[in-house]
């Protein structure tokens, strides 16, 4: 640091950097808190600062401006402004302490999100998943009050540029990070959400694709007969009762009802957190006597080798359906396969809501073509039993003669 009567001239050709140093300060001789900062990487230019006392009598450095930008009067006379909003109370640097003082979106989610969601979301793995692949390398090193709604937007759309993902996994980073800054302004942390009002992509998951009944011959017929009869009979099981693949693993015998055949799914297993009773059909009886774990196991369907519970089927999955040659077939699949016979057969879609345990009758309308295609069944029905009932067109000839 070194003393000088600082003037314009001096500031146009005489700032430099002594040799040796990195960075000097040249204050100025009249004890205003005026300094100027060079640095040797920039010979001839530097920056104007106040140097002032807060009101707890830390020492703070407030910048004004660059020499290249404002004169040394503009300086002086912004420094004498500042410092009399100082003496009113005032804090130059409360909005830039602010600023700092918000965590970063990674120390946001590891600290906080995570072990608030852990113990209230049982897909919080997703989250961290989503988070950890895409959210972290474009957001993480940001502070939750940095990013702003053009960011987010420029986000999702260079997902959508990459062509990996369908629109609705790109909505869930979108609902992801919305979700955390709501919980970042319900704990004070945040001021305003940027991500709120974003539109979500359209999502046009009505449509599912069926087996036709050569397909679910093929498959049935590897089920019924492939030597992994732990997975051939969880599979099967999905089939004969639609449920989901985590509520068919996490059955428990207690709640199978063999006397009424009813399988009572507790709401800590359902996607809407709702128990909800499911029919026990012929089907998945067949699928239960062949099970060798009531009395030997909690859980209905057990790995042979681990003793324990299944957690992922993927893999032997993924074998059985090449040898069906069905090599896309998804394990949710067997479940709108599920509805798509119920419906095929004559059930209402209101029936299929009960049976497959959606929250919102909605969620049922994509089996509503299957269901038109009945009714119009039904009608076709109808009318030949009309047509058979009708005179024939002689008789009717003859009796208006």
Known sequence: M???????EFIDHK??????????EIVSDDRSGLYVEVRSASKGRGSFYLRYRDVNGKTCHQKIGLTTEMSLQEAKLA???LKAEIDLGADPRAEEKARLAVITFDEFFKE?????????????????????LRISAKFGSNRLNQVTRQQIQSFLSSLITEGFLKPASINHHLKLIRRMLNLAIEWEMLEKNVASGIKMLFEDNMTTEYMDDEELARLLKVLKTDSRRSVCNIALFLLA???????????????IDLDKRIWLIPASNTKSRRSRPCPISQHALDVLNQLDTQGNYEHLFINKRTKLPYVNIAKVWGRLRVKAGLPKLK???????FASLHV????????????????????????????????????????AIITGAMPAESEGVSRAA
């Open 2 to 8: 070194s003393i000088h009567k600082l003037t314009q």
């Open 15 to 24: 700032l430099q950097c002594p040799d040796g140093k990195l960075r000097e």
């Open 79 to 81: 420094v004498k402004k």
């Open 112 to 132: 906080h999100y995570l072990p608030f969601v852990i113990p209230r979301k049982r897909s919080w793995k997703r989250d961290e998943e989503l988070y950890r």
């Open 241 to 255: 009762t639609g449920a989901r693949l985590n509520e068919a693993l996490s059955a428990k015998w207690d709640q």
């Open 331 to 337: 394990l949710h699949s067997l479940r709108h396969q």
């Open 344 to 383: 095929s057969s004559g059930a209402s879609l209101f029936i299929v809501q009960q049976l497959l345990g959606h929250a919102n009758p909605i969620t049922s309308m994509r089996y509503s073509h299957l269901s038109i295609k009945a009714l119009q069944e039904a009608s076709l029905g109808a009318s």
